[in-house]
């Protein structure tokens, strides 16, 4: 290697799940392949996102990687659902059993990534300015990596503490005593503010869109239990293989429009039951694409959520109006609607009075001004394509990636793009795994990613690309199955719509719908045709 330039056969950007896994496969297939991180360990989820109650809603046993008998057999699950620190923890075991780290390079953040065509490689620079190149390009960033702040002014003006749920300190953070405002109620903001609120002083919560939230369930795991999972894992695995999303959870094949309204509801009360994302995930199979049959679990998921606020004035700001149950990714909650029964906690409803700027001391909307001590900022991220936005991704001719996706993306398999030559993007836009429980499509998508690499280096063959036919082919499938679902119908990170995004105001599918067996089955014909679709020289 020159001293100023790193040189690599592959280059990985990120060491979250799929990162690791990318390169302990690489690795084992001989290939010098080395990944650079942002952060300054592993785990990429669960390295960033240390906010208060942040938790697993798959089951642990499900979610952890599959690989390797060895760390199923050392690792120990303490909880069904459990929590960053342990999820830390496990990614850290992980990387210490591979001796991942002497293949990665942390804090340092990808600025830049150009295809240079006389080379035929990639040149990645770096925010510090040092670059490496390598003959292929795997990007591992995940698809809820890129936390985004309200478009509120004078942000920058609070001179109290202030933090993003995705970028939360590495020290602990304490709320008792403190007068704490926590802004945005998605999934990260309901798992949050049920944590906060146990000790805080006293805790405002501003909404702008209210979701629906349905109890988590967790447990601890006794020695005992884990024992027995261990012994199953074989058919825990295979059976999220078979599932749709990879979840334990199969939709029932009945049609909640052909039982009884008693029948309905007694199977709609045993799944709000279960744990995780059975009452979601396992329902009549045609609650999220009929809706005579969503309206249906609507009502029965309003009814719960009243009988658990004291105050139904409330209720009614917190139930949505504008979707329906599930056509957002759900939620799950541990007394979240509870904590509104608590004196020390109020409701602001942007809806009726809308944040005009942050202030010194704290905010002030249409009708009133607020003092706090803290600020909590659980406004999410920008979703599936927006950590490709923020590096300089350049194809053939200088084509900016952002410039092609402009009006959404365009993919083949959710793993290549035309005119992106030997870049491959792990859990990328258009992806199965955008829509599931993602370790379980990450391992399918790295070992894709694995053979197809091996396989060209048999056969002595250095550049890879998707033609515009496939591409457009897969974009116009991965929309035509979206298309079935009301989730479609719906404004949200998987149709591609933030409010807290400059240009991300049009509406269209991010993830693959078609669900992972349909998706690993194209992967594998593919595969068989003789990597039909790309362009292989």
């Not at 690795?27 to 240390?50: D, I, M, P």
């Not at 006389?118 to 925010?127: I, L, Q, S, Y």
């Not at 998605?186 to 909404?207: D, P």
């Not at 706090?372 to 991704?393: E, L, P």
């Amino acid at each position: 290697m020159t001293a100023d330039i790193e040189r690599w056969d592959v280059i990985i950007i990120g060491a979250g799940l799929s990162g690791m896994y990318q390169l302990l496969k690489l690795r084992q297939l001989g290939f010098k392949a080395h990944v650079y991180e942002a952060g300054g360990g592993v785990g990429g989820t669960w390295y960033w996102n240390r906010y208060p109650g942040a938790r697993f809603d798959s089951e642990s046993w499900t979610y952890g990687y599959s690989f390797s008998s060895e760390v199923l057999k050392e690792w120990n699950w303490k909880e069904h659902f459990s929590g960053q620190p342990e999820n830390l923890r496990y990614c850290e075991f992980v990387a210490d059993k591979f001796d991942l780290r002497r293949d990665i390079t942390f804090n340092t953040r990808v600025k830049s990534a150009h295809w240079d065509e006389a080379a035929n490689e990639w040149e990645a620079t770096f925010e510090d300015g040092k670059r490496a190149r390598a003959r292929f390009l795997v990007t591992a960033i995940g698809p809820l990596s890129s936390p985004t702040m309200p478009v509120i002014p004078g942000v920058e003006d609070f001179k109290g503490e202030s933090w993003h749920t995705g970028l939360w300190p590495h020290r602990p953070v304490t709320f008792a005593g403190k007068r704490v405002a926590v802004i945005g109620t998605g999934a990260s903001g309901v798992q949050a503010i049920t944590e906060i609120a146990k000790t805080v002083g006293h805790l405002t919560v501003f909404q702008r869109t209210p979701n629906w939230c349905t109890p988590l369930r967790n447990s601890a795991i006794a020695p005992e239990e884990m024992e027995k999972i261990r012994g199953r894992y074989d058919e825990i695995f295979a059976q999220c293989r078979d599932n749709w999303g990879c979840f334990i959870h199969t939709a029932d094949p009945r049609h909640a429009t052909e039982v009884t309204p008693e029948e309905r509801d007694a199977f709609f009360e045993e799944l709000y039951n279960m744990p995780g994302f059975a009452f979601w995930q396992g329902n009549f199979r045609d609650v999220l694409m009929d809706q005579k049959a969503n309206d249906a679990l609507t009502q029965f998921v309003i009814k719960k959520i009243r009988a658990r606020l004291k105050d139904q004035k409330l209720a009614d700001k917190l139930i949505p109006t504008n979707h329906g149950y599930g056509t957002r990714r759900v939620p799950l909650e541990s007394g979240y609607f509870e904590v509104y029964n608590q004196p020390n906690v109020k409701l602001v409803d942007l809806r009726e009075t809308p944040i005009e700027r942050i202030t010194e001391k704290g905010l002030k909307t249409s009708d009133a001004e607020y003092e706090f001590d803290m600020i909590i900022y659980a406004t999410g991220f920008d979703a599936i394509t927006g950590a490709f936005d923020r590096i300089d991704f350049r194809g053939r001719n200088g084509e900016k990636l952002r410039d092609k996706w402009a009006d959404g993306p365009h993919t083949y398999l959710g793993m290549n793009v035309a005119g992106f030559p030997n870049m491959l993007t792990l859990v990328g836009p258009h992806n199965a795994a955008t829509f599931c429980n993602l370790p379980r499509c990450i391992e399918q998508n790295v070992e894709f990613v694995s053979d197809l690499l091996e396989h060209m280096r048999d056969k002595g063959l250095t550049r890879i690309e998707a033609t515009p036919d496939a591409e457009e082919t897969w974009t116009a499938h991965v929309h035509d199955t979206a298309s079935r679902l009301l989730l479609t119908k719906v404004d949200s990170w998987m149709t591609g719509v933030n409010k807290n995004v400059a240009g991300r105001q049009k509406r269209t599918f991010m993830a693959y719908a078609g669900g992972a067996p349909k998706y690993r089955q194209k992967c594998e014909e593919i595969v068989a045709n003789g990597y039909e679709g790309f362009a292989l020289t």
